[in-house]
């Protein structure tokens, strides 16, 4: 007799390792029955988890460690068990700011940047995203600050739209340009109402996108529920991983009863193989959820939301690190996957964005391959040492 | 209602209801009607929504608890600042056991169909209410934000003057306070012009 367990997600590619450990059968073969809750929204998403409706919740990366910071006016704490998806995230331009700003070429961060700045000189540019506590907004941020930052204040002006409304919102003016996860840029693209300007991984190579959040305390009060959800996740994850299953991915995610989607869109997603509204193109490693230690809550990464959250909100940047780390779980990732996993880091904690290519790092087995991890002006972020 | 600067107290609330369907819509105007005197607009579609909802600086928002827009309102009234709007939402009685835990919660109110004046009226309360212990929290925090940025300061000018005139950390906290009694001034500003002159000096 399977356990059953709730879990929140939204209609997006990247809920991909739940969808495929509750059909694929690896939740079942952990004693565990998934029941797949879809979500309207963010702000459902997290009353549906903070409420206790649901066990664990397809999340937001940076909305675990933003209500960690107590940011946003919302009561509840969650945290981060393992991270869901790694990168996804597209950036695009309506079809009036891409012919005020001339052809750019797909990738190019630096170009991308400066010309979308340059026409923020004169009239401000509206960029919208998925939600206010979202690695969409963290990149936009970080890529444009270290691009400028703008000289007018208000010269960009970041905006939340639900990702399916975003085509709507682009095309009515409302918005000049977005960052949004597949398959919602692909959509825009055909439907004429943008083109694509550079994948999320260009301003960050490991961009922890989503996570698998739940109350905090519920693993530690639930180790068997928690243990079998992990596990049934890394292998699906890893599945997911094998190029073969592409295919046979892409219209299991389809259906009615997962995402709803055209499976053409989501293969686009899965594969990297762009329609970028201008030509093609191939994007290495545009959703992972497997290679690389993709999956591993590192404390380095909640250190690094929690560090851009607190320049931005203006808090206080050790306090903010120090809580972004408790909120990425890789004591608890480690404890219930030791024994399935291959191979785990053998750190808890990064130098974010050292790696600039595939990289053989310390593990538990000697054989585990990182990155590249890099960010698209080469800085590196080093925690501050915790206390 | 006259045109001021300030928004008068005994003016009506402001509630904008968003709702894309027509009847529900008209159901729920209708309520707020009958339960009070009610400044209400319905924003009807998606397209817009932040926008207009910004431009009417409702006191207060409802909006379906399943609707898509969520997020746009949840930034609107709570992620940016400065934080000037409550949010109460409402939901079907098919959402059983959600009502209460929402409202447990802490920030929204949900109202259960069949809105009847009589039970729109105590979750506006409710939500206004919330509303303002919400708003006090964060002016709370504000305050210890700004008292521990301020002692940072007042450390940093009493080092100054203990390096600059010999003297303890409890004289030089003493002159502080002396200059700050004799310019009728807060330490804190005090200790601020101290810093930013040392700064200048180099």
């Known amino acids: ?387 | 209602m006259g045109v001021t600067d300030h928004p008068d107290p005994s003016r009506d609330l402001k509630v904008v209801v968003v709702e894309p369907d027509r009847d529900r819509a008209l159901m729920i105007v209708d309520a707020l009607r009958t339960a009070g005197s009610y400044d209400v607009m319905v924003v009807d579609q998606a397209s817009g929504l932040a926008r207009r909802v910004a431009e009417a600086a409702p006191d207060l928002v409802l909006v379906d608890l399943r609707s898509p827009s969520r997020d746009m309102i949840e930034d609107l009234a709570l992620a940016s600042a400065p934080l000037q709007r409550p949010v109460a939402l409402f939901v079907d009685e098919s959402e059983d056991g959600l009502a209460e835990t929402a409202i447990e919660a802490g920030l929204s109110a949900y109202v259960v169909a069949g809105l009847t004046a009589e039970r729109i009226k105590p979750v506006l309360d409710a939500a206004t209410a919330r509303f303002g212990m919400i708003q006090r929290m964060r002016a709370e925090l504000e305050a210890t934000r700004r008292a521990l940025e301020e002692r940072k300061v007042i450390d940093r000018a009493k080092g100054l003057l203990m390096k600059a005139r010999g003297v303890s950390e409890d004289e030089a906290y003493a002159l502080l306070r002396r200059a700050a009694m004799s310019q009728n001034k807060r330490i804190p500003d005090v200790a601020q012009a101290l810093v930013t002159a040392a700064d200048l000096l180099g």
């Open chain 1, 1 to 387: 007799m399977n356990v059953p367990l709730r879990i929140a997600h939204l209609r997006l590619v990247d809920a991909a390792p739940l969808i495929v450990a509750r059909d694929l059968g690896f939740a079942e073969a952990e004693g565990l029955a998934l029941d797949l809750v879809a979500e309207p929204s963010w702000s459902a998403l997290r009353d549906t988890l903070t409420s206790g409706r649901v066990a664990a919740a397809q999340m937001l990366s940076v909305m675990p460690v933003a209500m960690a910071l107590g940011l946003g006016g919302v009561p509840g704490e969650v945290e981060a068990l393992q991270v869901l998806s790694v990168n996804g995230d597209v950036i695009g331009l309506s079809q009036a700011l891409s012919d005020r700003l001339g052809a750019l070429p797909f990738g190019d961060a630096h170009a991308a940047g400066a010309a979308l700045l340059s026409a923020a000189e004169r009239a401000p540019v509206r960029i919208g995203v998925p939600f206010p506590f979202s690695m969409h907004a963290e990149l936009l941020h970080y890529w444009l600050d270290q691009c400028g930052p703008p000289n007018r204040p208000n010269a960009i002006q970041v905006r939340t739209v639900p990702p399916p409304l975003m085509t709507d919102a682009l095309a009515a003016g409302e918005i000049d340009a977005f960052c949004v996860g597949e398959p919602w840029g692909s959509w825009t693209v055909d439907r004429g109402a943008g083109v694509l300007v550079l994948p999320g991984s260009a301003i960050w190579a490991q961009a922890p996108e989503k996570v698998l959040a739940a109350r905090v305390g519920w693993a530690e009060a639930e180790p068997d529920l928690a243990r079998a959800l992990l596990r049934a996740l890394h292998r699906a994850a890893r599945w997911l991983d094998v190029p073969a299953n592409m295919g046979l991915a892409a219209d299991m995610l389809a259906r009615p009863g997962a995402l709803d989607l055209p499976s053409e869109l989501i293969e686009r997603a899965l594969s990297g193989r762009l329609s970028t509204g201008t030509g093609h193109a191939v994007v290495p490693g545009l959703l992972r959820f497997h290679a690389g230690a993709a999956a591993f809550p590192w404390r380095s990464q909640g250190a690094w939301i929690a560090d851009r959250l607190a320049r931005r909100h203006d808090l206080d940047r050790g306090w903010a690190q120090a809580a972004g780390r408790r909120a990425f779980r890789s004591d608890l990732y480690r404890r219930f996957l030791q024994d399935v996993v291959s191979d785990l880091p053998g750190a808890s904690s990064k130098i974010e964005g050292a790696l600039s290519g595939p990289t053989p790092v310390a593990s538990h087995r000697g054989t585990l391959t990182l990155g590249p991890d890099s960010f698209f002006d080469g800085q590196v972020f080093e925690p501050l040492p915790s206390d």
